[in-house]
């Protein structure tokens, strides 16, 4: 009978783990340049090199620009997620203020200013709007879980909802705002407001 060899096995296993490190590399030099250059100077080849990559080797993991920013964006979203999520491994204990801080945190940090430019991007690209719009969409959803969860929010009273919403969107800009100046004191004053808000909303 056939079949793969031990020596075959043993061969393909770092060849896969090296793979994954490729795309691993070229994900997060597509989230750097995102975050610095935005999209006009964000080619293929500036992500590649920022990798240490061939373009070649590049366009193999991802076919298309689109392909590859989609791609990034994704990751961001996962680390978005799991950066959350790591904040509170054992819940956040009724600590509404740390909860508002951390989603505040997610928004203002390098990962979510990389998606924003994304989003410009995909405004005016007609390839990569609906990619980047189900994927956000899909993102939206998972942090507004996560939010639920983390504030011990009960969706089944009127408002709680939107007020959890609320606390989103105020986030989101918060982190539209940090693109042009580091407004950390206001930032804080915000925050805690917000926190106050909260505890009154949910009780």
């Known amino acids: 009978m056939g079949g793969?060899?031990?020596?075959?096995?043993?061969?393909?296993?770092?060849?896969?783990?090296?793979?994954?490190?490729t795309r691993q590399r070229l994900l997060e030099a597509a989230v750097a340049c995102l975050a610095e250059h935005g999209w006009a100077g964000s080619t293929v080849s500036v992500v590649a090199e920022r990798a240490g990559v061939s373009r070649g080797a590049a366009q193999h993991h991802f076919p298309t620009r689109e392909d590859l920013f989609t791609a990034a964006v994704e990751y961001v979203a996962e680390e978005r997620s799991t950066a959350l999520r790591a904040l509170f491994p054992e819940g956040a204990h009724g600590d509404r203020h740390a909860v508002v801080a951390a989603l505040v945190d997610l928004y203002t940090g390098p990962l979510f200013r990389a998606a924003l430019h994304l989003w410009v991007a995909a405004s005016n690209e007609e390839q990569l709007r609906p990619r980047v719009t189900e994927l956000e969409s899909r993102v939206g959803r998972e942090t507004h879980r996560i939010a639920v969860d983390l504030l011990a929010a009960d969706e089944s009273v009127p408002g709680v909802r939107e007020t959890v919403q609320g606390l989103l969107d105020m986030a989101r800009g918060l982190g539209l705002a940090n693109l042009l100046t580091?407004?950390?004191a206001r930032r804080e004053r915000v925050v805690a407001q917000w926190a106050g808000l909260l505890?009154?909303?949910l009780g």
Request: proline share 4%; net charge negative.
């Open 4 to 21: 793969v060899s031990t020596v075959d096995r043993a061969e393909r296993v770092p060849k896969q783990d090296r793979s994954r490190a």
């Open 182 to 184: 580091d407004d950390a």
């Open 199 to 201: 505890e009154e909303t």
